[in-house]
């Protein structure tokens, strides 16, 4: 029986289209600038990424908000009712609280509807990290494997799921304490950009650095060289900080050294976003390890 529910969060940062076409129910994430809160669709209907990363650039600070204990039983529930089981994919737990949020309301829900299944993974994994996991979930799914073992899948590979972003401002991950006023003042003066992935606990870590844009984004195509497993066969996600034409730089690079035949890019989301920055390139695929 694969009649069952795949729900995420914005986090993800899924295309509108990958959305619908994989049937996936998203969660939004909610940011707030200025005086004015906003929810995170994957349609962008409350702000589009180009807005919300113009006003990044011109000084505005934004901070972000993890979906609740609520929303998720506000969410969950018509499922339930509808006798359908879900599985959830959420966010890391290194980064937000919003994986935890997702466990309470399931054990919760559990307990009002007997015999139904909320399965909650805590995929520690963000941006199109945790979409590329979602993907191979809504695939899994659409082939007819069952909640069981796509939950399963989806458990023993999380940490196959290699992140590795750069930024191009260094202030954004200085407001956000990742590195000290010193670096990122001393890093902006040389171009030195800042490599880094997400490790095994779900951490966003800063792991290198690059001198210069250019050598930055080649670093995250030799990271891809040293793990990806059979990357001519994968399909791999990348996500940028309004930048579309870095990203489609990199995309162009995994083309020509693995020859990598499906490149899926979108916006690094307001999640990420408010902490890395305009300018971000983050590059998603499987390899033997983090």
């Not at 095994?200 to 930055?216: F, P, Y």
Request: charged letters at 20%; one cysteine or more.
């Amino acid at each position: 029986m694969n009649d069952y529910v795949l729900l995420t969060d914005s986090s993800a940062d899924l295309t509108d289209e990958l959305v619908r076409e994989l049937d996936i129910q998203v969660l939004p994430l909610s940011f707030t600038m200025g005086d004015k809160t906003y929810k995170n669709w994957p349609d962008n209907r409350e702000m589009e990424p180009g807005a919300f990363y113009r006003s990044l650039r011109e000084g505005g600070l934004a901070t972000t908000s993890a979906v609740n204990v609520g929303d998720y039983t506000d969410a969950l529930t018509p499922y339930l009712e509808a006798g359908k089981d879900v599985l959830v994919l959420a966010f890391s737990s290194g980064l937000s609280a919003t994986c935890h949020s997702a466990r309470i309301a399931a054990g919760d829900l559990m307990e009002q509807f007997p015999g139904r299944t909320v399965a909650v993974v805590d995929t520690l994994c963000a941006s199109l990290g945790q979409g590329l996991l979602v993907w191979y979930a809504a695939r899994m799914r659409q082939a007819g494997k069952s909640l069981e073992e796509v939950r399963d899948w989806t458990e023993a590979n999380k940490l196959r799921l290699c992140h590795w972003f750069t930024v191009d401002d260094l202030m954004f991950l200085k407001r956000g304490g990742r590195i000290s006023p010193a670096t990122a003042v001393l890093g902006t003066m040389l171009s030195i950009k800042p490599v880094m992935h997400v490790d095994d606990e779900g951490h966003l870590i800063k792991v290198g650095t690059a001198r210069g844009r250019g050598a930055s984004l080649k670093a995250l195509v030799d990271h891809m060289a040293e793990t990806a497993e059979n990357p001519g066969e994968q399909t791999v996600f990348i996500s940028h900080g309004d930048c579309l034409a870095d990203a489609q730089k990199v995309a162009a690079d995994v083309k020509t050294r693995f020859g990598v035949k499906q490149v899926v890019i979108n916006h690094v989301g307001p999640v990420i976003g408010a902490h890395s920055g305009p300018g971000t390139v983050a590059l998603f695929f499987l390899g033997s390890k983090r």
